[in-house]
C-alpha cells in the first residue's frame, strides 16, 4: 500500500463515523406532533395524526391500478395489502420516524413520516 492508499482509507473512515454520528444526533431530536402525509399521484390524500400510540386504523387506498391497505398503529405506518406485483411496499415494513417513507411506485402512492420540531426556550432577555 502507498501512502496515499492510506491517507484515503483513514479519511473514508473518519467522514463514516462523523456521519453516523450526525445521523444518530439528528435521528434523536424531539417532536412535539408528528405525522404521516399520504399522496396519490404527487396530490396530498391524506394526512393522519401519529401522536396517540393507541390509536389503530387501518386506511384503504384505491386507486386505478388497484387498491393498497395502510396500518396506522404505534405511532407509526405500514402497507398491510397490497396488490402491486412486486409488493417492495409491504417490504418496507413499519416506519415511525420523521423522514422515513413508503413508496409504490405501480400504483403511485407515497407515504412520508412528518414532524414538526419541539421549539425549547433557553433563555429569555428583556
Same mark, same amino acid.
Given at each position: 500500500?502507498?501512502?496515499?492508499?492510506?491517507? !484515503?482509507? /483513514?479519511?473514508?473512515?473518519?467522514?463514516?463515523?462523523? /456521519?453516523?454520528?450526525?445521523?444518530?444526533?439528528?435521528?434523536?431530536?424531539?417532536?412535539?406532533?408528528k405525522?404521516?402525509?399520504?399522496?396519490?399521484?404527487?396530490?396530498?390524500?391524506?394526512?393522519?395524526?401519529? #401522536?396517540?400510540?393507541?390509536?389503530?386504523?387501518?386506511?384503504?387506498?384505491?386507486?386505478?391500478?388497484?387498491k393498497?391497505? /395502510?396500518?396506522? =398503529?404505534?405511532?407509526?405506518?405500514?402497507v398491510?395489502?397490497?396488490?402491486?406485483? #412486486?409488493? !417492495?411496499?409491504?417490504?418496507?415494513?413499519? !416506519? #415511525?420516524?420523521?423522514?422515513?417513507s413508503?413508496?409504490?411506485?405501480?400504483f403511485?402512492?407515497?407515504?412520508? !413520516?412528518?414532524?414538526? =420540531?419541539?421549539?425549547?426556550?433557553?433563555?429569555?432577555?428583556?
Amino acid at each position: 500500500m502507498k501512502k496515499g492508499d492510506i491517507f !484515503i482509507i /483513514l479519511f473514508v473512515a473518519v467522514l463514516s463515523v462523523g /456521519l453516523l454520528v450526525f445521523y444518530r444526533i439528528s435521528a434523536t431530536q424531539q417532536y412535539h406532533h408528528k405525522y404521516a402525509v399520504i399522496m396519490i399521484d404527487g396530490k396530498v390524500y391524506k394526512k393522519v395524526s401519529l #401522536d396517540d400510540v393507541n390509536h389503530k386504523e387501518e386506511i384503504p387506498i384505491v386507486t386505478k391500478q388497484g387498491k393498497n391497505i /395502510l396500518l396506522v =398503529k404505534n405511532g407509526g405506518v405500514q402497507v398491510i395489502h397490497a396488490e402491486c406485483p #412486486d409488493k !417492495i411496499c409491504m417490504k418496507e415494513g413499519f !416506519i #415511525d420516524k420523521p423522514g422515513q417513507s413508503i413508496v409504490c411506485l405501480p400504483f403511485r402512492i407515497v407515504v412520508e !413520516i412528518r414532524g414538526d =420540531k419541539s421549539v425549547e426556550v433557553d433563555e429569555v432577555t428583556y
